[in-house]
């Protein structure tokens, strides 16, 4: 059965097992060559090449990284802030500072206690003790709730 993945507002690409298996082995290997994509499901590399170009260019792959262990770069702390605003008059402020902080690695929107969700990453408890202090001086921030990550267990997207 074809998976729907979005790409824009109203604009959804259908995925047939093909591309499912693709992605798959993406997600598994980002660096996996179109050569061992075409050997492993059976397809030309070319007919590879075509399908992952295609699903770059939908949108459905945004891009290729590196997965760090921030741990052993010296950023040892990692958290969840939930940021708690004044208004929604403040919401796209959030987002601008969040974006411009290099310690927040993550933004989400969220709804419930608050209209932010922020993952941040920082070399000790002194360091995020700081950073919540700069983000509780942004504009209509009223107050951040955090949550210490103590351990990650998964990182990948599932299809």
């Known amino acids: 059965m ?9 604009e959804v690409v259908s995925l047939d097992q093909v591309d499912q298996d693709i992605l798959a082995m993406l997600q598994q290997d980002g660096r996996a060559s179109a050569s061992h994509i075409a050997q492993e499901i059976g397809m030309s590399i070319p007919a590879v090449t075509d399908r992952i170009k295609k699903l770059q260019e939908s949108g459905v792959i945004m891009g290729f990284t590196a997965l760090l262990d921030h741990r052993k770069m010296g950023r040892d702390v990692s958290a969840f802030i939930t940021v708690i605003s004044e208004s929604s ?26 209209s932010h969700v922020l993952l941040a990453v920082t070399e000790n408890t002194t360091s995020l003790e700081k950073l919540l202090r700069i983000i509780q001086g942004w504009p209509g921030v009223m107050r951040t709730e955090t949550q210490m990550i103590l351990s990650s267990y998964k990182r990948i997207n599932v299809l």
Do not use: R, W
């Open 2 to 10: 074809p998976v729907m993945a979005d790409i824009a507002e109203n």
């Open 89 to 114: 008059a403040h919401y796209s402020d959030v987002v601008l500072q969040a974006n411009k902080t290099p310690e927040i690695v993550q933004c989400f929107t969220t709804t419930g206690n608050g």
